[in-house]
């Protein structure tokens, strides 16, 4: 089945420093999204891209679909200790409705 | 702002039991969908719903487990017999349109923790 990864697991970075998960499919995928999930609490919908090399920017946070279409990145500039929580992407191949999620990056910023 | 709403936040259960867990998804909203996540894991994908029929499912959603939507408002997940390995959280979310266009979203309910012991 799909399998969809990201990299890396963890990340611990200094208030202002840069980071970026990267998000990379089994296969071939129709959309991909991207979700913040705070500790404790539920997934909350960043933003969807659709488009083959699509760039979407939402603030800090620049969002990247791949030309194959296999792969995805979320850059965040100049972090903040509000920027903590476990970022996922998660992708539909094929059928829109059953998204397959990734295995996370859980970000934490030291102050 | 609209949000999903899931209750019981959380639930605890004997293995062998039937549970079921509401959600009452965003009101003009049409696709509406059940998540499940294992403490510390990823979110995993149970079922997806629309126009009162389910409309696409995983391996994991087996004949142990069935939704509905038995009035206007709410959606229900049921598990028939709990086994150990379903304690997990379970979200509930909706979409308007079902993630087709590109404008679309995805809203996640706070989640019904469910313990089975």
């Known amino acids: 089945g799909q399998q969809v990864m990201q990299i890396p697991q963890y990340q611990h970075v200094q208030e202002g420093e840069d980071f970026t998960t990267y998000c990379n499919s089994s296969t071939t995928l129709s959309n991909i999204q991207w979700y913040k999930q705070r500790p404790g609490g539920h997934p909350v919908f960043l933003i969807q891209?659709?488009?083959?090399?699509e760039v979407k920017k939402q603030k800090r946070l620049t969002f990247q679909f791949g030309e194959a279409k296999k792969n995805s990145s979320l850059h965040i500039t100049a972090t903040q200790t509000t920027d903590v929580g476990t970022y996922f992407c998660a992708g539909n191949s094929g059928g829109y409705q059953k998204v397959t999620f990734g295995t996370g990056t859980k970000l934490q910023v030291i102050p | 702002e609209p949000e999903v709403t899931q209750t019981p936040s959380h639930q605890v259960t004997q293995m062998g039991q039937e549970v079921i867990l509401r959600c009452v998804p965003i009101s003009n909203h049409l696709y509406f969908y059940w998540y499940r996540q294992i403490l510390g894991q990823k979110v995993e994908f149970l079922v997806s719903f629309y126009n009162n029929e389910i409309s696409e499912k995983s391996e994991i959603f087996d004949d142990q487990f069935s939704v509905e939507r038995p009035d206007g408002s709410n959606f229900t997940l049921k598990i028939r017999s709990t086994k150990l390995e379903d304690s997990a959280m379970y979200f509930c979310a909706s979409s308007p349109r079902g993630l087709i266009v590109n404008t679309d979203t995805q809203y996640f309910g706070p989640g019904t923790r469910l313990t089975v012991l």
């Open positions: 891209l659709v488009k083959s090399g």
